[in-house]
């Protein structure tokens, strides 16, 4: 037992609560969490079994939070946890979960499956069990700024592209604005028109803004990983440059765990309430639109049609935004089902796209959202994830499919009215 | 002294031909005989000679007498009964002190291994048996000496049979059933608190035709009377399966004659012969007049549970003992809470903020 | 032992013992649950008022239409069986004589003819659901020695108290005191098994719930 393994286990202890062991205590092994996971409905192996990721979890809390199992470990009858076991569940844990949460919604007793995924990975990540591309991914973020290694001089390169694209202005480091908008690295390097979108935004509603040279990636590879500690660095540095510039908002971009990690999880990495409030971009948006500070004319006439990203909706909390903002700018909406709360992950999220490994896996499952989109009938999808957006656009390259992905601010930014821009 | 045959002795009584063949058919019913076998007892009963029946009795109320003899009108039963030569027995009989037990040890000796023994009443054993003793002589000797010449015991009431009242917690006189000491002869259990006089009469009747004792069940009692429960027979079951219940004595389902499982009945756990051939002569049985059945005919029924309350119910829950068995629960786990608690603020008392460098694969 | 001295036992000290033990064991599983504690959330919530999770421990049990889809024969077979259970157990009259003097409440029950039926559709459903669970892969997957002992343990109860009822396999007597001593079996086993999920999924339904709520997901 290497050192490291018995940190994985400390961090287990660590992170057990009651919530966990009401989940752990009341599993009936039903199965119906098989059912929701596209691992499992899409390659019929029932190793995938969202609640059996958990076995090394629930042996820990049984053999050292329950008096009978303590008693059952002491007489020689239960078998403690190895190294090899962390090992043989790496697959499980982080290449077949996306920590959509799809499982936990389906659960008759209520177990929050993704939620504890999201613990083990801690004890499986400080014991080196967590997959080396997700390693590397986290060790970029911590060493360079981003997990695609985008150093603050590419991004202000960025910044200049969109300012000079859009003509509107893109602040940089100016204290007192009102927002702070954080991107993900995806945008950043693969649809940065979403800068230039938000600068119009801006502009037309009055608000003031700016950017951070400091502080420009939301996405947290702590969270994916399961490495608090280094999620808890990784927020720390917009934290930081949202106080330090007084700013009253942070906008979370269109990425999905970004928002996740930002709004619900990053206080409590941090130990504190902010003194700043999140809003989600499409929440931003929604709001500005309502109060008749944002004006759309005209919308895209194909048909189209809405992938939830699971983190903003499902597990965000985010959930009429999206559905709302669409009908603003498209004219022919195609349900697909499960639409909303209930809708099939992209198959990338959780870390999923940035673990070599897990790739032909991912591509595998995709089955499930192809046939959602085939069944819809269109050949554009709009989401607002940068990650869910690129996952897709190269699942449907594999298959050969001809469908155009979008994202929802970016068509918002193409309707702007800006009839009466100053 | 002269023993005539049973015939002659009922048609000295006015008890015509037929209405002995009457009797013998009922009887051969209720033994469960067949219908070709009601000669074959006729004879047998008129041609028995009056066997020597010794009585015995023991820690006893003297119900079991009283059932057996209070009759509206000189019955067949007790009929019966004067043709057995009943050589002694305590209420009965005219003699009393030195003279009865003279009678006693004349007839154990005349009929050696013929006479049959008919015990009431349980035995105490505590203390060297003093609790009942009879012409100075405990229960237990003088059960061990009749028991020696006997050809058969029927062991009648509850008490004999199981133990009944005496042997009823706490059992004071560690008082146990006529079975318990008598292992070399047949016995027959009758239970009932009393029993019913009917089972007693079939029960020698049954001895006199085919010089045995009847088929018996585990407990040792007559299949033909204790075979089915009182819940099998019972003419109120109709009721019990479709769940209509008396809720007190004088509600509306009591007087209309519902289930009386509610007010404690144990039909369905006591075995005897009252549903069908119920009490005096076939007029009622407890049910019928609006009781529930106390269970009298099985072993142990003074304690198994209130009377009024029904077989689902518990016997005897103690708040003390599930207060304290909870509190152990309880200080159990306010240990546990303590030994999670320690457990994780270890965890977190050794706990290292991470580094890139932990993440990767240990060599 | 005699039949008739094991349904005395079994109405008394074991009846005793089994529902110390289930309350003893209910009250050391809480204890070890709720020990664990919870971190305070430091995050802004979403709704104005503090997430609620009694409508999770409400609504979890009605699944969405697309959800039932994925597996039919499992929400059926579930609230047959639950449905049956609970009518055999608590609309039977004697049973709830029984009730009344544990618990001090009382309340009306349903025909014995309708209750037998109930029963009968608990067993069946408890049957196939076994069949189930032994032939659908994710379910055998899952399933160790203690998803079948629990199995049998809410098996026998509901046949031995059919049997009981209808007359059948043993001797009356014989019949109640086995049916009485295989419930007071469950009952003991209730806290140290997953049928712990009896009174744990509300702990968890509501924890699952009240975490979403907070955020705005109504679930």
Same mark, same amino acid.
């Not at chain 1, 499902?314 to 009429?320: A, D, I, K, S, T």
């Not at chain 2, 003899?69 to 000189?74: G, L």
């Not at chain 2, 585990?218 to 009692?221: A, E, F, K, Q």
């Given at each position: 037992m290497s050192a490291s393994f018995e940190r994985g286990v400390d961090l287990l202890r660590e992170v057990m609560d009651a919530p966990t062991a009401a989940y752990l205590s009341s599993c009936? $092994?039903?199965?119906?969490c098989a059912h929701a996971c596209l691992f499992y409905t899409e390659?019929?192996?029932?190793?995938?079994t969202p609640i059996r990721k958990l076995e090394p979890l629930k042996r820990l809390w049984r053999q050292e939070f329950t008096l009978f199992g303590r008693l059952a470990r002491l007489a020689g009858l239960a078998r403690p946890l190895a190294d090899a076991d962390f090992a043989r569940w790496s697959e499980l844990v982080?290449?077949?979960?996306?920590?959509?949460g799809r499982c936990s919604m389906v659960c008759p007793v209520g177990n929050d499956i993704a939620a504890m995924i999201r613990k083990i990975r801690e004890g499986l990540a400080i014991a080196g069990h967590a997959p080396k591309g997700l390693v590397d991914a986290t060790r970029r973020t911590i060493e360079q700024g981003s997990p695609m290694g985008i150093k603050p001089p590419a991004f202000l390169k960025v910044v200049q592209h969109q300012r000079d694209d859009s003509g509107a202005e893109i602040p940089v480091d100016?204290?007192? $604005?009102d927002y702070l908008v954080v991107m993900s690295s995806m945008e950043i390097v693969?649809?940065?028109e979403y800068l230039g979108a938000l600068a119009k935004i801006f502009r037309q509603a009055g608000l003031t803004w700016t950017v951070s040279s400091t502080a420009y990636?939301?996405?947290?590879s702590g969270i994916q990983i399961g490495v608090s500690d280094l999620a808890k660095q990784i927020v720390s540095r917009i934290v930081d440059a949202a106080e330090t510039l007084g700013v009253k908002f942070v906008v979370s971009p269109e990425c999905g765990h970004a928002y996740s990690a930002l709004r619900w999880e990053g206080p409590n990495l941090i130990g504190r309430p902010y003194k700043f409030r999140v809003v989600h971009v499409l929440e931003l948006i929604d709001e500005l639109r309502r109060a008749g500070k944002l004006r759309t004319k005209g919308t895209f006439d194909e048909p189209v049609a809405l992938h939830d990203p699971c983190q903003i909706v499902?597990?965000?909390?985010?959930?009429?935004q999206p559905g709302t903002l669409l009908k603003a700018v498209a004219s022919k909406i195609r349900e697909t089902e499960d639409?909303?709360?209930?809708n099939w992950c992209c198959c990338g999220g959780g870390g999923v796209s940035a673990n070599h490994g897990a790739e032909a896996l991912r591509i595998r499952v995709f089955t499930k959202k192809k046939s959602q989109i085939e069944k819809a009938g269109v050949a554009h999808l709009v989401t607002p994830c940068g990650n869910c957006r690129n996952v897709i656009e190269e699942a449907l390259d594999h298959y050969g499919m001809k469908v155009e992905v979008h994202g929802l601010t970016e068509l918002v930014g193409d309707h702007l009215d800006e009839g009466d821009a100053s | 002294m002269t023993r005539s045959a049973l015939d002659e002795h009922l048609r000295r009584n006015g008890v015509s031909r037929r209405r002995f063949l009457q009797f013998c058919a009922a009887t051969a019913a209720t033994l469960g005989l067949?219908?070709?076998?009601v000669p074959a007892l006729a004879a047998a009963i008129s041609a028995a000679r009056r066997p020597s029946v010794i009585w015995l009795s023991f820690q006893e109320c003297t119900g079991c007498t009283e059932s057996l003899?209070?009759?509206?009108?000189?019955t067949l039963e007790s009929l019966i009964l004067e043709h057995?030569?009943?050589?002694?027995?305590?209420?009965?009989?005219a003699a009393s002190g030195t003279a009865a037990e003279g009678a006693r040890a004349a007839a154990e000796a005349e009929s050696a291994g013929d006479y049959l023994l008919l015990a009431d009443g349980s035995v105490p054993l505590k203390d060297?048996?003093?609790y009942s003793t009879i012409a100075g002589r405990t229960n237990l000797e003088m059960l061990q000496e009749a028991a020696k010449g006997a050809a058969a015991v029927i062991a009648i009431g509850s008490c004999a049979a199981y133990g009944g009242v005496p042997g009823a917690v706490p059992n004071p006189t560690g008082a146990v059933p006529i079975a318990r000491i008598v292992k070399d002869k047949p016995v027959v259990n009758v239970p009932?608190?009393?029993?019913?006089p009917t089972v007693i009469t079939g029960v020698l009747a049954h001895y006199l035709m085919f010089g045995a004792v009847p088929e018996l069940d585990?407990?040792?009692?007559p299949l033909a009377y204790y075979s089915d429960t009182i819940h099998d027979r019972c003419y109120r079951r109709p009721f019990y399966d479709q769940g209509k219940?008396?809720?007190?004595?004088?509600d509306e389902g009591a007087r209309s004659g519902w289930c009386l499982f509610k007010l404690g009945c144990k039909g369905p756990t006591t075995h005897n012969a009252c549903a069908t051939t119920r009490w005096n002569d076939g007029a009622s049985f407890p049910i019928q007049s609006g009781h529930g059945c106390?269970?009298?005919?099985?072993?142990g029924f003074w304690d198994a549970?209130?009377?009024?309350?029904?077989?689902?119910?518990?016997?005897h829950l103690d708040p003390a003992v599930t207060l304290s068995v909870a509190a152990a629960g309880a200080a159990a786990g306010a240990a546990m809470a303590i030994a999670n608690r320690r457990r994780k603020a270890a965890a977190r008392q050794v706990h290292q903020p991470a580094a890139v460098a932990d993440l990767e694969k240990p060599l | 032992m005699s039949a008739m001295q094991f349904l005395v036992w079994v109405r008394g000290p074991g009846l005793q013992w089994s529902v110390a033990i289930l309350i003893a064991g209910v009250l050391l599983r809480m204890f070890e649950i709720l020990s664990l504690g919870r971190r305070p959330d430091l995050s802004e919530p979403r709704t104005a008022t503090r997430g609620s999770g009694w409508r999770t421990v409400v609504m979890r049990s009605i699944p969405p239409a697309s959800v039932f889809r994925t597996a039919p024969a499992l929400f059926i077979l579930g609230y047959l069986f639950h449905l049956g259970l609970l009518a055999s157990v608590a609309l039977f009259v004697p049973h709830l004589e029984l009730l009344r003097r544990i618990l001090g409440l009382a309340w009306p029950g349903l025909p014995s003819p309708l209750v037998d039926a109930a029963a009968l559709v608990a067993l069946v459903a408890l049957l196939m659901v076994l069949v189930y669970r032994l032939r659908d892969p994710v379910r055998r997957r899952l399933s160790t020695v203690e998803d079948y002992l629990v199995w049998a343990l809410t098996f026998v109860p509901l046949a031995t108290g059919y049997c009981a009822f209808h007359h059948l396999l043993l001797p009356y007597t014989a019949m109640l005191a086995v049916h009485i001593l295989s419930v007071e079996l469950l009952l003991a086993a209730v806290p140290f098994t997953k049928l712990s999920h009896a009174y744990t999924l509300l702990l968890a339904r509501w924890y699952a719930g009240a975490i979403a709520a907070r955020k705005g997901v109504v679930t």
């Open positions: 009936m $092994s039903c199965g119906l390659t019929g192996d029932p190793k995938y982080y290449d077949s979960c996306t920590l959509c100016r204290a007192g $604005s693969g649809s940065p990636e939301a996405t947290n499902r597990r965000g909390g985010v959930v009429e639409q909303g709360m209930l | 067949p219908l070709d076998a003899t209070r009759s509206h009108n000189p057995v030569s009943l050589d002694y027995h305590h209420t009965l009989m060297g048996g003093i009932g608190c009393p029993p019913i585990g407990l040792g009692r219940f008396a809720d007190s004595f004088d106390l269970g009298c005919s099985e072993p549970g209130s009377f009024y309350a029904p077989l689902s119910a518990p016997i | -």
